[in-house]
């Protein structure tokens, strides 16, 4: 996740969970051909054109349209569908997010998961502003004072909603607990968009939930006593084998 992608988007919302899930269940290809804000604003009534339209652009499209995976939002309905519950929700909406705006992606694994293997686990909002200043700088971007505030403000709330950090004012990371159903559907998904053997265990987006290489392998070996995938280590060699079928089929095995 490189600094090009620095933007201020999150100062206009953070997670938006409660948005993004209204919108994956109404989103489809056909909506994309037409007029979507006005779609949309016939189906979810409680709120201005104007949010909408900026929870649309801001959020929806960069997150489940145009992010990584792609259409991110056809993963989404699939969980929808299945009547997922919310601790597989929240997390897979969680890393779809994070891994489309770079400032959240990079603020956790380069700060939160450094701060959650220190005994002091307070993150003050001092330190968020702080930290997104040098990366501007790095960009060689230059925000005022009040927007790098709001997007450190909005990038803090949505860690809090998603559960990484909690506390209504002073905030502290949280002692997160992945479950094995959510991490084996995301882990599908890394496979299915290259990742394999060492790399889907090292993979960086595992810094997302504060997983350490061991946190990992062993809920890797947890997926593989549910019969979800095949995992087998030996020293500094993995092997991990899905089984061949879409996403939506193991979502179904997995969640069913």
């Not at 997390?91 to 997010?97: R, S, V």
């Not at 060689?140 to 009040?146: E, F, L």
């Not at 062993?218 to 084998?241: D, I, Y």
Request: include cysteine.
């Amino acid at each position: 996740m490189g600094k090009k992608g620095i933007n201020s988007r999150l100062q206009k919302g953070g997670a938006l969970l409660s948005d993004m899930r209204q919108m994956v269940a109404l989103w489809s290809e056909e909506l994309s051909e037409k007029d979507p804000v006005a779609v949309l604003a016939r189906h979810i009534p409680k709120t201005t054109m104007v949010r909408l339209k900026d929870t649309f652009t801001r959020a929806f499209r960069p997150r489940f349209i145009q992010g990584s995976p792609p259409n991110a939002w056809r993963l989404a309905k699939v969980l929808g569908h299945q009547n997922a519950d919310l601790h597989i929700i929240r997390p897979f909406y969680y890393w779809i997010t994070a891994r489309s705006e770079t400032t959240l992606y990079s603020f956790v694994t380069e700060v939160v998961y450094a701060r959650s293997r220190s005994p002091e686990r307070e993150i003050r909002i001092e330190e968020a502003i702080s930290w997104l200043s040098h990366q501007l700088t790095l960009a060689g971007k230059t925000w005022t004072p009040t927007v790098v505030k709001k997007v450190s403000r909005g990038m803090m709330a949505a860690l809090r909603d998603f559960g990484i950090l909690e506390g209504a004012t002073r905030k502290k990371v949280s002692s997160i607990n992945l479950f094995p159903d959510a991490f084996t559907l995301i882990a599908f998904c890394l496979n299915e968009m290259g990742a394999t053997g060492r790399d889907l265990i090292k993979h960086p987006d595992w810094r997302l939930f504060l997983l350490g290489e061991n946190g990992v392998e062993n809920l890797f070996l947890e997926c593989h006593q549910h019969g979800w995938l095949k995992f087998e280590s030996a020293g500094n060699m993995w092997r991990t084998e899905f089984p061949a079928v879409s996403f939506e089929d193991y979502a179904h095995g997995v969640i069913g």
